[in-house]
């Protein structure tokens, strides 16, 4: 309890942390650090040890820009430039350098200052990685610094971009501004804008490129032992030049213009360089250099981000502080430190000039003198084993070697009557009688009779939720319960009766689930075979079986005029759901589930419609019933089908098929693929929390008692029964594949079946994740003959099939392994699709089917008609539904499962593929597929009497959990 308040807690203390207040809060906190610390040292921030020099600045006759009120053609202004070392008072040292213009020859005034760095992204990416970095830099051990780049790779393969070593000079660096702003036109379009300094002639940046024994250990960034030349060589040799001939530079501008599928987190973020293909470099303007100022008046030169043309630059305004333009929003407040700076200058006089002389110990940070970490421990770019060092290859098979022994597989088998063996694990209490727990060792077998799918056999710490996860989960369940609790109080209040208790339960509820208003209504029942929240069930109806003996008579006057059964399924119209997988399954005592054969007819509207439904599986246990009946028990007839729809939804198709198979292969991940395989970091993402949500299904949701048990007409052990059953004789993989499950259920005939909502949305999300899945595979994977020698990959392959693995018997390629990269990125594609929109599909909409009791009881309380000549009143129904205690169980549980995703697929963080650079425009694409599919889906559900949002990629959850 104490531990659900503290994640509680948490989460709204993680809520705080996002939120605007904390980042106006939290700013003047860092200035006035900052502050302080010019005041004591009186030096600058950063850029300390630099030189101040004065030219003009002529925007081009040619500028290619789109008309505004400040870079005009041939426009010229005095101007003053700033070339200086980021950090170290030694111009040897290996450091970013950098340039910042002023468009003004002052000391401070300017209406346009540009502030510039090598490398064409930053270190930090928000005000939260900024102040990490900038501690870590102030604590001044390696060790902290390292720390933070282990954090945050991304960051750290930008900083060694930016690295440069003994240039020749200042002059023949690129500089970036790294960081957009708005770019405002007269024309008003969203536009943003990056700059950049180079040399006039484009010469491409090779001075003071470190080699790759400096970018080891980039912590070490002393001058190097042998060095020769002073301190303060690079500006000496810029003062040199400049005492020759004038230093020109050409001033480039960078315009993206923002279409709706962009995303913020990313082309906003200076964590990421914008695609130079889409977004060009144009030249802006000729800077000119003719004059070096003395160090005194240098000193005074003060460059500031406030000083921008507010009609056409302005910052891009921050949501927190753990959003991309909050680092704008810092730098705008340095003002201050720098002012203070000034005026520590005019009361206590100017820091004395760096000394040429260089000695052995002065800058060594003092925790250490020799690295024992390098780059590669650092900042690992996934790759193939084949392609690893010797040394990384037994590196990796000792990762391997440690994960196998924390990521186990169990192996439960399903028993009706407890063996009386000690089972080799011991599981909690309510397991016994349930199901047993076997090593996995088949001589086991022949003793029990339905294996469930393998998992893991401990929850590792490593997969154990994140506190906002946690956070977040008992946020639900604390406004739930409250919600329930309002809405059975004012029932009673009220005094409600009938089945006004059930929509009145929601009462307290913001949203109510969509089914509540036409739940009673044929077509709504019909809806919800192609459009709800388990739409694979449905098939297309071919021939009459022989146990559901529908007759043209049964059906008289339910067809268009002149269709008989024989045409009609001719012609594609007939469709059915057969629950015939519920036959013989338990049942908890005093609960009623029918296992139905239910025919659907699309009608002369293109609208599919409940024709006839039986019960049972054998005709002999009950009549067909139609529409035609009595309207009571019709009502009635429909709703023991949807208590049964609502069993092998809830264990097969969503607990099984998504949750349970996920876990299986995650487990097999972490047992074959080490972390710098290229497929674990494609799948990791994707495979979050996973076990974890599944632990807690299997010791609370499925518990005797628990949730499932007291809701379910299978209840705890039927459950385990319907999944075994599956299980079984179950084709896992092809299952998931949607063109293929499409065909084979015969439901892809737009014509025959125009109106199938998860059919049409699905196919396309199935191409987006095939198309980005195929990428990567090919961007791995140089040729078939890689994945044919990756013998990590052939490992994972073999861990799935073995039966004392994950025992799935339909893996492509069989024996063998996979032998192309098709192959791969199939299986790949059907793991990353299931894991997400798959899961989403039979997921999102639980509240919106089952929160309504009435539409979707768990369980009926009384026996199925059998007989037409019954009637059901409304209060024949009311005693059949669950009493309200159930029913608020039911609400809590589907209201917990449907919660909305906080990570939409396709939002990795930045550490996805270790920051890794080359996989940028895949991800990117695969964004932007996401993003245009979604708003097809807007404004296809604009046109719909009820939308279909569940597999909208923004609702659609990156893993299970998220
Ligand atoms: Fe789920």
Not at 114 to 139: C, E, K, V, Y
Not at 376 to 394: A, G, I, M
Not at 669 to 680: F, V
Request: net charge neutral; charged share 25%.
């Amino acid at each position: 309890m104490i531990d659900a308040i503290r994640d509680y807690g948490f989460l709204y203390w993680d809520r705080f942390l996002r939120s605007r207040l904390f980042m106006v809060l939290l700013r003047p906190v860092i200035i006035t650090l900052i502050t302080l610390n010019s005041i004591i040292t009186r030096r600058r921030m950063s850029h300390e040890n630099g030189l101040v020099v004065r030219g003009q600045v002529k925007i081009l006759d040619n500028v290619d820009l789109p008309p505004n009120g400040f870079f005009t053609p041939g426009k010229v202004f005095p101007c003053r430039l700033r070339h200086a070392s980021v950090s170290f008072l030694d111009d040897a040292a290996l450091a970013v350098r950098g340039a910042s213009v002023k468009f003004a020859d002052e000391a401070v005034d300017s209406p346009f200052d540009m502030l510039m760095n090598n490398g064409n992204s930053t270190p930090f990416w928000d005000m939260d990685t900024f102040f990490q970095f900038t501690l870590a830099r102030i604590r001044g051990g390696r060790a902290h610094l390292i720390d933070y780049f282990k954090r945050n790779p991304r960051c750290y393969m930008n900083v060694r971009d930016a690295l440069r070593r003994d240039p020749s000079s200042f002059a023949n660096l690129y500089y970036y501004s790294q960081i957009p702003l708005r770019f405002i036109a007269e024309d008003a379009v969203e536009r943003y804008a990056k700059f950049r300094l180079i040399p006039w002639d484009e010469t491409p940046e090779r001075d003071g490129i470190p080699d790759e024994d400096d970018l080891q250990t980039p912590w070490f960034q002393e001058a190097k032992p042998n060095e020769r030349r002073g301190r303060n060589y690079l500006k000496d040799a810029y003062r040199r030049r400049l005492d020759k001939q004038p230093v020109r530079y050409r001033f480039q501008i960078q315009i993206l213009n923002w279409r709706d599928s962009d995303d913020r987190d990313y082309e906003l973020s200076s964590l990421y360089p914008w695609n130079e293909d889409e977004c060009p470099w144009r030249d802006l303007a000729e800077v000119i250099i003719t004059e070096a100022l003395d160090d005194a008046e240098g000193n005074e030169c003060l460059f500031s981000l406030r000083h921008l043309p507010a009609a056409v630059l302005q910052t891009i305004p921050a949501r927190n502080f753990r959003d991309g333009p909050s680092i704008d929003y810092l730098r705008l407040a340095g003002w201050w430190p720098r002012r203070a700076r000034l005026l520590m200058y005019r009361l206590r006089g100017q820091p004395p000039r760096i000394p040429d002389e260089r000695s052995e110990t002065t800058e060594a940070y003092a925790d250490e003198t020799v690295s024992t970490v390098e780059s590669d421990d650092v900042y690992r770019r996934p790759c193939l084993p084949q392609r690893d060092t010797p040394e990384r290859r037994e590196e990796r098979r000792e990762q391997l070697e440690q994960a196998r022994g924390i990521y186990q597989y169990l192996h439960g088998y399903i028993e009706t009557e407890p063996t009386g063996e000690q089972p080799a694990w011991h599981p909690p209490p309510w397991y016994r009688g349930v199901f047993r727990i076997y090593e996995p060792n088949p001589g086991d077998r022949k003793t029990v009779p339905i294996p469930l799918p393998p998992f893991v056999r401990e929850l590792p710490s490593g997969e154990r939720y994140s506190r906002v996860v946690q956070g977040r989960i008992y946020g639900t369940l604390a406004v739930s319960y409250l919600a329930l609790a309002l809405s059975r109080f004012e029932n009673w209040l009220a005094k409600r009766h009938g089945l006004d208790i059930y929509r009145f339960l929601l009462w307290g509820f913001r949203d109510k689930p969509l089914t509540m208003a036409h739940w009673r209504e044929d077509a709504e029942f019909a809806r919800q075979r192609l459009a709800g929240v388990n739409p694979r069930i449905i098939r297309r109806f071919t021939e009459i079986p022989a146990n559901f003996p529908v007759t043209d008579a049964t059906l008289a006057g339910l067809l268009n005029a002149g269709e008989t059964l024989a045409s009609a399924m001719e012609k594609r119209r007939l469709y059915w759901c057969n629950y015939g997988v519920l036959e013989g399954i338990s049942v908890k005592p005093g609960r009623y589930l029918a296992h139905p054969i239910a025919l659907f007819y699309v009608n002369g509207e293109g609208r599919l419609m409940p024709i006839a439904i039986q019960l049972f599986q054998r005709p002999e246990d009950g009549p067909i019933f139609t529409p035609k009946d009595d309207p009571g028990l019709w009502l009635a007839v429909k709703t023991f089908t949807q208590s049964a729809d609502a069993q092998v939804h809830e264990v097969v198709e969503h607990l099984l098929r998504t949750h349970l198979i996920i876990e299986l292969f995650g487990v097999a991940m972490r047992r074959t693929l080490p972390e710098a395989h290229p497929i674990n970091a494609l799948l990791s993402p994707h495979l979050a929390d996973t076990m974890a949500v599944n632990t807690s299904a299997r010791t609370a949701l499925l518990a005797p008692g628990g949730p499932i048990d007291s809701t379910m007409a299978v209840g705890s052990k039927g459950a385990f029964e319907l999944m075994g059953r599956v299980w079984h004789d179950h084709r896992i993989l092809d299952s998931q594949d949607v063109p293929l499950d499409l065909k084979e259920r015969g439901v892809d005939d737009v014509e025959a079946l125009p109106d199938y909502p998860w059919r049409d949305d699905a196919l396309k999300l199935w191409a987006v994740v095939q198309r980005y899945v195929a990428a990567m595979v090919e961007h791995f994977y140089a040729s078939d003959e890689d994945v044919a020698e990756d013998d990590e990959l052939q490992a994972f392959h073999a861990e799935i099939r073995d039966p004392r693995g994950g025992n799935v018997r339909d893996m492509p390629g069989g024996e063998v392994g996979f032998r192309t990269r098709d192959e791969l990125s199939g299986f790949l594609t059907r793991v990353v699709y299931t894991a997400s929109a798959g899961h989403a599909a039979v997921n999102n909409g639980q509240y919106d089917c089952f929160g309504f009791i009435p539409n979707v009881p768990g369980a009926l309380y009384r026996p199925p008609p059998r007989d037409k000549d019954l009637t059901w009143s409304e209060r024949d129904l009311e005693r059949a539904l669950p009493d309200l205690r159930t029913a608020s169980t039911q609400i809590l549980m589907v209201r917990l499962l449907s919660r909305r995703t906080e990570i939409p697929i396709g939002r990795y963080a930045p550490a996805f593929f270790a920051g890794t650079q080359s996989v940028l425009p895949i991800v990117t694409r695969f964004r932007r597929d996401l993003h245009a599919l979604s708003l097809e889906i807007e404004a296809r559900n604009l046109g719909r009497e009820v939308p279909y949002t569940y597999l909208d990629p923004k609702q659609v959850p990156q893993s299970i959990v998220t």
